[in-house]
């Protein structure tokens, strides 16, 4: 199969509320900007159900549906969206060049695209459980009463028992944030303590509407799409008892992990994997790569803060450009 040779002045990794508002605002500065979709088009609000905390839309909107809206305004202005699956990539040499495959098991290179900037939205992935009945729906209850975000769901399981499964610093931050909402809330933890920081710990252990499973395990998620979470079968791997434990709501708070493994050893990572930027910017410590969205932010994650970094690489590319371009013009009339 012939390789499909592209050249772009701005090309954005991820489709997801960073990527898409980067090419928004590219395509209004008429940068025709390429949209590589990835591996999960649209991001991880397609796997959401409701979303009430993004601005504009004052009965919510599903998750889906919103993600297609960001679509549609990114093609209206010329965005191009290509679905491929980026390999490698060569951020020494200008242009930069990323290297297509039309699937993650393809060893075969089906697109080569240069361009003279790039922005990285490719988001971060949470870490789940691989146990049944946490997948998203139909197959499981992802999205239907199982979260991997406090501050994106919790508002729905007001006045309803929960679970929050992990014992770190996010662990505890969600546990802490539910309680705002839940009736009860169950922290579950397959150590006998705690790996979070000691203050995080004792608000916790204090808190009067926490309660703590130690060393134990979540084997299943139980409930159906209809009706949603119902219980959670626990298995306790010192007395090796296993009880189902009805709840309505289970929150995963084992992490997230950037996905950025594609750029280790060429851009600035902090030690987890997000890609560092400078100062207020969305710069790189390669000039003309931008990051934006859950590829660099570790703290707030959540899709309005993705939307207004996507926002700033795209002005920071526009910039690079016209100062590039002006060079150029300047060298040229030197010359002359």
């Keep these: 199969m012939p390789e499909e040779q592209i050249h772009k002045k701005v090309v954005i990794m991820g489709s997801g509320p960073a990527g898409l508002t980067a090419a928004v605002y590219a395509a209004r ?13 649209g991001g991880q609000l397609t796997i959401t159900t409701d979303v009430e905390n993004y601005p504009g839309f004052a009965s919510g909107i599903m998750g889906p549906v919103l993600m297609d809206e960001f679509r549609m305004q990114a093609e209206r202005f010329g965005t191009q969206i290509l679905n491929v699956w980026i390999g490698r990539v060569d951020l020494k040499n200008r242009p930069f060049t990323l290297y297509g ?34 997948g998203p729906v139909p197959e499981g209850l992802g999205g239907n009463g199982v979260s991997a975000c406090a501050t994106c769901d ?34 579950i933890h397959r150590r006998d303590e705690f790996r979070a920081s000691k203050i995080m710990q004792d608000r916790v252990l204090a808190h009067n509407k926490i309660d703590v499973l130690w060393n134990t395990e979540v084997r299943e998620i139980i409930g159906k799409k209809e009706t949603g979470v119902e219980g959670v079968r626990l ?4 007395t090796m008892d296993e009880i189902i434990l009805p709840t309505q709501g289970v929150f995963i708070a084992i992490g997230h992990k950037p996905n950025t493994e594609l750029f280790k050893g060429v851009l600035e990572m902090d030690p987890t994997g997000y890609l560092k930027t400078e100062g207020r910017t969305m710069k790189t410590n ?3 790569v931008y990051a934006c969205g859950d590829a660099q932010d570790s703290y707030y994650r959540q899709a309005v803060t993705a939307a207004g970094t996507g ?3 795209a002005i920071d590319a526009e910039r690079y450009l016209a100062e590039k371009l002006h060079e150029a013009e300047k060298n040229t009339a030197t010359n002359w």
Excluded at 235 to 238: I, L, R, S
């Design 29 to 41: 500065a008429q940068l025709e900007p390429l949209v590589i979709d990835g591996p999960q088009p």
């Design 101 to 134: 495959k039309s699937s993650q098991d393809s060893n075969e290179i089906s697109h080569i695209i240069r361009t003279d900037t790039l922005i990285i939205s490719t988001g971060a992935s949470a870490k789940w459980l691989g146990i049944p009945g946490e």
């Design 154 to 187: 919790g508002f729905f399981f007001r006045d309803k028992p929960i679970v929050v499964v992990g014992g770190g610093d996010t662990a505890m931050e969600e546990a802490l944030f539910l309680t705002k909402f839940a009736s009860k809330v169950t922290v």
């Design 235 to 238: 298995f306790n791997n010192k």
């Design 286 to 288: 390669i000039p003309g």
């Design 311 to 313: 926002c700033m690489a």
